[in-house]
């Protein structure tokens, strides 16, 4: 398992990330984005990216409230390991839960941003700290009150999140076919029936959905793009149960969240009703995320510029890895080859074929050429006159032509 934890490009880290190592003494509020490809690093990495973005802090995409994200006293962090929710929990998770005296506060640090089958993902890590709760003797109606401090914002999935604990909130786009359920063919018909473009409806005590009607496409990029209609109601619900994060990471009362608060926010920045862009600049200008410095509007255009670089730079370094891997891998088949052929042939054919044929340079070193070797044929020839000359014997007469 490895975490990573977003940050600014450098050129020393031109992606943007970098491991973190010590969970023992990690304890900052953070957002855990899950994607359906935890193996990939572009998958993971964009998943990343996109909940700082529904958070507005300033991506390479997009300046939003341009919050700068090593200021933050707050983390966005990415997952890749081999579906070992074991090790997760286990590691990390379930340590950080109990590292606080109050539970519910220290769950109020944990928020989670998951996209698509990323939402089963979650699931499976809930149900294991439930268990690790229960074996620890903490009662049902206790575990569920711990774990409704924990957030959960999916995007795109048909995952049953009735059982789900976590205080969740589902953006989902009706016309979407890869998602496509019961629960998206009740929202389209109640949008229908009500002349709605959006709604939301109940899915169970701890869970909501934001339905809307979409263009269907199946992308996780989609849901950002300027004019979408559930753009600012996401970025609403993101960027406060992040900013509740923080407040209650200095606050000494916990403050709370649960699905009804959510969704009057949710409902407060819903685009139906009102111009989009002035309700993110609506968003943007009401945060403070523990007073975060932001990017002026120059800043972001010197480091975008930057960004390119470092991209560029990446690109080249990527580029001359995979050249190196491939040199390797024709250095390792041509000393295949090579043995293959010195085993099953004779030292003189042995020098034919590898040397003709550039694989072993036996050249002279003064004229650069390489020198002269008889062919079996002419080895047998001059062989068998010696034999007629009398100058050597085969006295087993087992040479033959």
């Not at 694989?359 to 004229?367: C, D, G, H, V, Y």
Request: some cysteine; hydrophobic content about 35%; aromatic content about 8%.
């Amino acid at each position: 398992m490895m975490i990573f934890k977003k940050c600014e490009k450098t050129l020393e880290n031109p992606l943007g990330f970098e491991e973190i190592t010590n969970y023992d003494n990690y304890d900052r509020p953070f957002m855990l984005c899950i994607s359906a490809q935890e193996s990939y690093e572009n998958s993971i990495y964009g998943i990343v990216k996109e909940g700082a973005r529904a958070a507005r802090i300033r991506t390479t995409d997009e300046l939003a409230g341009g919050f700068k994200i090593n200021e933050m006293p707050f983390d966005f962090l990415g997952i890749k390991n081999d579906k070992n929710e074991k090790d997760l929990v286990d590691d990390f998770i379930y340590p950080f839960l109990k590292r606080g005296d109050d539970l519910k506060k220290q769950a109020r640090k944990m928020n989670f941003f998951v996209y698509c089958d990323g939402t089963n993902r979650y699931i499976q890590l809930e149900n294991k700290l439930k268990e690790r709760l229960r074996k620890d003797g903490y009662s049902e109606k206790v575990i569920k009150d711990i774990l409704s401090q924990i957030s959960l914002i999916s995007i795109a999935t048909e995952r049953n999140v009735s059982s789900v604990y976590a205080t969740t909130f589902i953006f989902k786009d009706v016309n979407d076919l890869e998602v496509k359920d019961r629960v998206s063919e009740a929202c389209l018909n109640g949008m229908i029936k009500n002349s709605r473009k959006t709604i939301v409806a109940n899915i169970s005590g701890n869970a909501r959905v934001f339905a809307f009607n979409g263009t269907g496409e199946h992308d996780l990029k989609e849901y950002f793009k300027d004019g979408n209609i559930v753009k600012p109601s996401l970025c609403a619900a993101v960027s406060y149960l992040i900013d509740n994060s923080i407040r209650n990471t200095t606050s000494e009362e916990l403050m709370p969240i649960n699905t009804r608060l959510l969704t009057q926010i949710v409902l407060q920045f819903d685009a139906e009703f009102a111009d989009s862009k002035e309700l993110l600049d609506n968003i943007d200008t009401s945060l403070e995320y523990g007073g975060t410095p932001r990017y002026t509007a120059s800043e972001n255009e010197l480091v975008n510029k930057l960004d390119e670089v470092y991209k560029k730079f990446n690109d080249a370094s990527r580029d001359a890895q995979r050249e190196a891997q491939r040199v390797k891998e024709l250095e390792t088949q041509k000393q295949t080859l090579i043995n293959g052929i010195k085993e099953n042939c004779s030292d003189v054919a042995f020098a034919q074929i590898v040397v003709k044929n550039g694989l072993w340079r036996n050249a002279n070193p003064k004229t650069k050429e390489l020198i002269p070797l008889p062919t079996d044929k002419q080895v047998r020839q001059a062989y068998e006159q010696l034999l007629l000359q009398g100058q050597v014997f085969d006295e087993n007469n087992t040479h033959t032509l």
